[in-house]
């Protein structure tokens, strides 16, 4: 607890002190609450059992399954390059993100590297798929609280990188585009310069978001010390991305690690903030959207030519082996354990998606929380239902 | 002293192989412990050397699946698949191993744990006490595996009904999709109509 600010550490006594008291000042008969498996706030089919006492939080679990589909035993009857597929579908905002560390982690098996435009053309699409994913959340955000119009700004602002999207792949939601050894295909046309007009639009949108809720005073009383996680336990609970970032940790895969990717090739900033509250984490995510357009426009301006396909076979066999990587997603750490016995399709694929990671932490934050705080916490967790059941 | 070096002078005698690979600043380690050290390997390495990140937690069933990869010609003399087990980096001796991974925040240095889980009892020690987060990943490894983790407080199923029989990732379970019908993606590595050479190389 050492390295905690002062309002980090005075906001965790505090939740600590109120955990202590429930069932201590009155005798109140508890009860119990369902949130979901259908309900507004939920994102989805999450549901949440709350045992209250009054207005208090006393025991909380969220319980999954309702959307599992079994991704892992279904890689293990497919072969490499018709994984990416499946895996499209875990955190189905961001999609593109998701191919990403498995044809990553193949690559590595296999020894080969994608040429250097597919590599930044790889890391402008991951980052437009962040942007997409994360402005859908800052509009959300609103909604969780009452204020339905941010969430139309989002919606309007979001389609305009979907079209990007869409004009770079083909698809929407599920682009399908990378490959082990590169890209399907080179960018499209026009590319450039649109993406650097919605770039700008992006930008706009933060400001928006930022002066409708960031300022907002309703918004800071709903958000301000509500949900606090210190430091060693955001580590302890594995959580990552934003999440993390806003307990104090100074820690982005895109920066710390080496992958053939070009994030390390501009300059950028990684945000962190230090109060680990449902504040901070809403904050950060609204910093990195902006950090992200301007990755991507940096990137435009020093896009390498050349072929977007390195050579590789037309039949596909990945060495024996086995491979981790992970990335920055727009939701968190995400990352594929590979194990291949030298056959078509991988043998065993262990998929580490950071929602999972990222909800687990709830029976631990939930408790002595007031009922209406349930709903910004869930909120500024920020997870994805098919990341956490896959 | 590089990481691996570090980690297995901590560890000491709970060491049984390790694995190091990767280029110069982006080196991956294995490192596989004793079935009885499992829990404090995390706890020696989190209080030690500071591998605080909790990643995953999972386990792999090492025996080839008895059904093969479901993409064989189903009318067709089927071919006897090999039953040996080869277990991957650091070896080991049992069918069933866990792995995890934890990460030092500061250095990014991520080492991948495993060990035996005994064929007989299915059971190793739980991470709980040493990691709050592994209770989700212990949870679900053992609805899938059906690894007891001695100590783990609650292990309920998270995803399958609570009289579900069977562990759905081990290897000897049937994918019963592929099993009632044939799957018709292997066309995919057929070769294409107008003789595609074998290095075709970008479309």
């Given amino acids: ?390 | 002293m590089s990481s691996l070096a570090e980690i297995t002078a901590v560890l000491g005698d709970a060491v049984e192989e390790s694995f190091e690979k990767g280029p110069e600043g982006n080196v991956d380690t294995w490192v596989r412990v004793k079935t009885s050290a499992w829990r404090d390997a995390a706890s020696v390495l989190r209080e030690k050397l500071g591998y605080d990140y909790f990643c995953f937690l999972s386990a792999i069933d090492w025996m080839p699946s008895p059904y093969g990869r479901g993409e064989e010609d189903p009318t067709a003399e089927r071919e006897p698949i090999d039953s040996t087990i080869r277990q991957g980096y650091t070896g080991g001796a049992t069918r069933m191993q866990v792995f995890a991974r934890l990460v030092n925040h500061r250095t990014h240095h991520g080492v991948t744990l495993k060990a035996d889980v005994p064929d007989d009892s299915l059971t190793i020690d739980s991470w709980v006490g040493v990691f709050a987060g592994a209770n989700w990943h212990e949870r679900e490894t053992h609805e899938m595996f059906g690894i007891t983790f001695a100590g783990h407080p609650d292990l309920r199923n998270m995803y399958l009904p609570t009289d579900f029989e069977g562990y759905p990732l081990r290897k000897d379970f049937p994918l019963l999709a592929r099993i009632v019908k044939p799957w018709p993606g292997i066309v995919d590595v057929e070769p294409l109509p107008g003789g595609g050479d074998e290095e075709g190389g970008a479309e």
Avoid at chain 1, 39 to 64: F, K, M, N, Y
Avoid at chain 1, 88 to 101: C, K, M, Q, Y
Avoid at chain 1, 186 to 197: N, V, W
Wanted: net charge negative; aromatic share 10%; proline share 5%.
């Fill in chain 1, 1 to 390: 607890m050492t390295m905690l600010g002062d309002r980090q550490q005075l906001a965790y006594i505090a939740s600590q002190a109120a955990d202590a008291r429930v069932n201590v000042e009155l005798e109140t008969e508890g009860m119990t609450l369902n949130i979901g498996p259908q309900h507004p706030a939920t994102h989805g089919t999450l549901r949440i059992i709350a045992r209250l006492d009054g207005e208090q939080v006393v025991w909380a679990e969220p319980s999954c399954g309702y959307m599992h589909r079994g991704y892992e035993k279904l890689t293990e009857v497919r072969t490499f390059p018709q994984v990416t597929a499946l895996v499209n579908r875990i955190d189905w905002l961001g999609s593109f993100a998701n191919e990403v560390p498995f044809i990553l982690a193949a690559e590595q098996l296999m020894g080969i590297e994608a040429p250097p435009r597919a590599q930044w053309i790889r890391t402008i699409l991951f980052e437009l798929s962040r942007i997409a994913n994360v402005s859908l959340v800052l509009g959300d955000l609103g909604v969780q609280l009452g204020a339905i119009t941010p969430v139309f700004f989002a919606f309007r602002d979001r389609e305009y990188v979907l079209n990007l999207i869409e004009g770079a792949t083909g698809g929407r939601f599920h682009p399908n585009f990378d490959r082990i050894g590169g890209l399907k295909d080179d960018l499209p046309a026009g590319f450039i310069d649109e993406t650097r007009a919605v770039m700008r639009k992006m930008r706009k949108f933060c400001d928006e978001i930022e002066g409708l809720l960031f300022g907002n005073e309703i918004f800071e009383a709903r958000t301000r010390g509500i949900g606090v996680i210190p430091r060693d336990v955001a580590l302890q609970y594995g959580l990552s991305g934003a999440n993390l970032r806003g307990s104090g940790v100074d820690w982005d895969l895109r920066r710390d690690q080496k992958l053939p990717m070009a994030w390390d090739k501009v300059d950028w900033k990684v945000w962190t903030h230090p109060d680990g509250d449902s504040y901070a984490r809403c904050w950060i995510r609204l910093q990195e959207v902006r950090e992200s357009t301007l990755i991507v426009e940096k990137l435009l301006d020093s896009l390498p030519s050349g072929p977007v396909m390195a050579k590789v076979p037309r039949i596909i066999k990945v060495p024996e082996g086995e491979a981790w990587v992970s990335t920055e997603n727009p939701l968190g750490e995400m990352g594929y354990y590979v194990v291949s016995k030298g056959e078509l399709g991988p043998f065993r694929v262990k998929i580490r998606s950071a929602s999972f990671n990222n909800i687990s932490i709830v029976p631990w934050l939930l408790k002595g929380v007031y009922v209406p705080d349930i709903i910004t916490i869930l909120a500024s967790l920020y997870f994805i239902l098919g990341d956490i059941d896959r």
